[in-house]
């Protein structure tokens, strides 16, 4: 089964037609890129979770992507191996990304929905060579069940129902991913929030309370709550690449600013840390904004 969907996915032409299924989070949908032969956006009861290009793994689409890409290029010098963990899988993009831009990376996927990777390994599939473990299960216990000072990336990027769950928002949680990383490793989180940013506010004192070093890029209008949208967070127990990152993402086809230091703190706009007694899911997406 798994051998004729890899013949049929590297043999697909244009006009190929989406592909739906039912997995355990909703509705997912694989729909065909109309400009690249062999790309495909990932949706979840309609909500974009993902893009692959299964040509050009290096290529990432998604404006949150391209910040997460960026970030992983600058948790080591370039070509070096690295050890990562990625919590919630998606597509596996960013893995991919890892894998393709640094060879012999060993990474370990965290994913809850085991329907949507079985979906993405049919019709997605990975190169075999590539050391990318898949594990099913909840983020949090996963990382739980991590060895101290494993990792050099970390990746916080789950949604159910395009929300963030509220376990995975703490203090609590946010230490535990601090155990993993080694000295000078990097976590980094997808975030999605608009109008006054509380939730984003929330999240950047959190990470504040847990690590030294904390910065935060996003759209312009996101940040200033013009607009529903993507901020990545970015932490660590040492200096951060903020010069090299603002300057990647400034570049970018929709430019990023990066706040960090006295800016990023006044950001919070004096919102408390969120616990576990206190957390919550991120906001929904406003209605149309998925179009």
């Not at 355990?24 to 790309?39: I, N, Q, V």
């Not at 960013?94 to 990474?107: E, F, G, H």
């Not at 000295?183 to 929030?193: E, F």
Request: proline share 9%; glycine share 10%; net charge positive.
């Amino acid at each position: 089964m798994a051998r004729s969907a890899n013949r049929s996915a590297g043999r697909r032409r244009a006009g190929a037609e989406a592909v739906t299924h039912p997995v355990d989070s909703g509705l997912a949908e694989l729909r065909p890129d109309r400009d690249r032969p062999r790309a495909w956006t990932v949706l979840v009861d309609g909500a974009p979770q993902s893009h692959v290009d299964l040509d050009d793994p290096t290529r990432l689409d998604f404006a949150y992507q391209r910040i997460l890409g960026h970030v992983a290029d600058l948790a080591a010098p370039p070509g070096r191996p690295l050890r990562a963990v990625h919590l919630g899988g998606g597509a596996l993009t960013l893995a991919r990304y890892v894998a393709a831009t640094r060879p012999r990376s060993r990474q370990q996927v965290v994913e809850l929905d085991a329907g949507l990777v079985r979906l993405v390994r049919e019709h997605l599939p990975l190169e075999r060579t590539w050391q990318i473990r898949v594990r099913g299960g909840d983020a949090r216990a996963g990382l739980a069940g991590l060895p101290d000072d494993s990792a050099d990336l970390v990746v916080s990027d789950v949604f159910g129902g395009a929300r963030t769950p509220a376990h995975l928002t703490s203090t609590e949680y946010l230490t535990e991913a601090a155990r993993v990383l080694r000295p000078g490793g990097l976590y980094a989180a997808n975030l999605t929030d608009g109008g006054a940013l509380a939730f984003a506010r929330a999240q950047v004192a959190t990470a504040l309370a847990v690590f030294p070093e904390v910065c935060l890029a996003a759209d312009p209008a996101v940040l200033r709550g013009r607009r529903f949208g993507n901020l990545v967070l970015v932490a660590g127990d040492g200096p951060l690449p903020v010069g090299e990152l603002a300057r990647r993402t400034a570049g970018d086809p929709a430019p990023c600013r990066v706040e960090h230091g006295r800016a990023l703190a006044g950001f919070t706009g004096g919102a408390a840390p969120v616990t576990d007694a206190t957390a919550r899911p991120s906001p929904p997406p406003p209605d149309g904004v998925f179009g």
